[in-house]
């Protein structure tokens, strides 16, 4: 496979395939739940169910992922998780019943976890190490894998309806990202930045004081930013993880689209959120990440909601897109963020991010059993709504700060 000579885009694409394979596995998936359901037999609260396994697994990974953060690094975690992750779905195709499913879907949700603070953690030393924006565009990658395996599903469900056949391409071409990855990623020592700075096993920047104070190592009590940095997070990923979830069934169950025109429900959030996070960091420049957050998240719940109450397919597709466009930026600048804070609120913040994204959709699962999908999508649109207001408590970095250390980086 190519690989550029610079040592930036080389380590840019090496992570990129990373956020790339976490969102192909994660769609992969969400594509086919309705293919699972009618599979195993189950009842919407059970789809539900099946998807808190997840968030449950993410949830409890929290202190394993700091362990092995510590004790492995954020390469080697990274690479490990990828490849269990890929062939996790063979597992879940092969599951013969519901209990083994909840098992498989709760360990999904681990690994996942390991990955998505992995992964996040590589970024923030690419951009520490050589001083240039990447996170935004890191971002889009996950969004074209979702879109890529929304693209896949849609065409092996028109081949075939065998959800084995489907996740075992899908398999290889997971570990074939894994593998392109491997040479690439940074390891302890090329993630330490430039500068006097320090840098963990994960690659973050230790926040060192002027009189070279160390960062202190013990656990304490999060700050009311960081708190509100979760807050944020979490229902961020809960709308975002909402539309790869519960799309294909609105559209299926509610909107009466076909089996083929299901699945473009998380293409549209997934194509929307490329093209935005393509930009995201030109735009967190020029107009700074607090305004992009605020009016980002407000579009997606004033658009969702919208199409919820207009009905059928064509302002659905609509809404979604307005979810994907506004919702883009929001995880990249909370990311950035946290980083900033050091490694360990970045730890927490990807672990609040990957609970709100695999446990979030199964409380809109529970939502819709009760009343129906409408109004559990219009729990997503509140979720949106949420988030704007969090990023008016949090203080996000002025729009110059980027651009004018980069000049004076190019400038000494």
């Not at 789809?47 to 968030?55: D, F, I, P, R």
């Not at 230790?206 to 304490?220: E, F, V």
Request: glycine share 12%.
């Amino acid at each position: 496979m190519w690989r550029p000579n610079d040592p930036f885009r080389k380590g840019q694409l090496a992570i990129a395939a990373l956020f790339c394979s976490l969102g192909f596995q994660y769609a992969t998936w969400a594509s086919r739940l309705p293919s699972i359901k009618a599979h195993l037999g189950l009842t919407t609260a059970e789809v539900g169910l099946l998807l808190m396994a997840t968030g449950v697994g993410a949830a409890a990974s929290f202190p394993l992922v700091a362990m092995l953060m510590r004790r492995l690094g954020s390469r080697r975690l990274a690479l490990g998780s990828a490849v269990c992750l890929a062939l996790l779905l063979l597992v879940l195709a092969a599951a013969p019943d519901y209990p083994v499913a909840l098992v498989v879907m709760a360990c999904d949700g681990v690994l996942v976890g390991c990955l998505n603070v992995a992964m996040n953690a590589q970024g923030a030393a690419l951009e520490v190490r050589h001083g240039r924006n990447a996170m935004a565009k890191l971002h889009a990658t996950f969004s074209g894998g979702s879109l890529f395996a929304a693209l896949l599903a849609s065409g092996m469900n028109a081949m075939t309806s065998t959800v084995a056949v489907h996740f075992g391409v899908a398999t290889v071409l997971l570990l074939a990202l894994a593998g392109y990855a491997r040479s690439g990623l940074l390891t302890g020592d090329e993630a330490k930045p430039d500068t006097a700075g320090e840098t963990d096993a994960a690659g973050v920047t230790d926040a060192a004081t002027a009189n070279g104070t160390r960062r202190r190592t013990r656990w304490s009590l999060p700050s009311r930013m960081t708190l509100w940095m979760c807050c944020a997070m979490a229902f961020g990923t809960v709308t975002e993880g909402a539309m790869n979830d519960w799309s294909a069934l609105y559209l299926k169950g509610v909107a009466k689209a076909s089996a083929e025109l299901a699945p473009m429900g998380i293409a549209v959030v997934s194509c929307m959120m490329v093209v935005a996070r393509l930009f995201a960091d030109g735009w967190r420049d020029r107009w700074g990440d607090g305004p992009i957050v605020r009016l980002g998240s407000a579009l997606a719940g004033v658009g969702l909601a919208l199409a919820l109450l207009s009905g059928g397919v064509v302002p659905a597709l609509a809404g979604f897109a307005c979810v994907g466009l506004g919702i883009a930026a929001v995880t990249p600048c909370v990311y950035v963020a946290a980083a900033g804070q050091g490694s360990d609120v970045l730890t927490l913040v990807a672990a609040m991010g990957t609970t709100g994204l695999l446990g979030g959709p199964p409380v809109i699962g529970f939502i819709a059993n009760a009343t129906g999908l409408v109004w559990g999508l219009g729990a997503v649109a509140v979720s949106a709504g949420i988030v704007s207001l969090c990023a008016t408590q949090i203080r996000w970095p002025r729009p110059t700060t980027r651009v004018s250390e980069e000049r004076a980086r190019v400038d000494a």
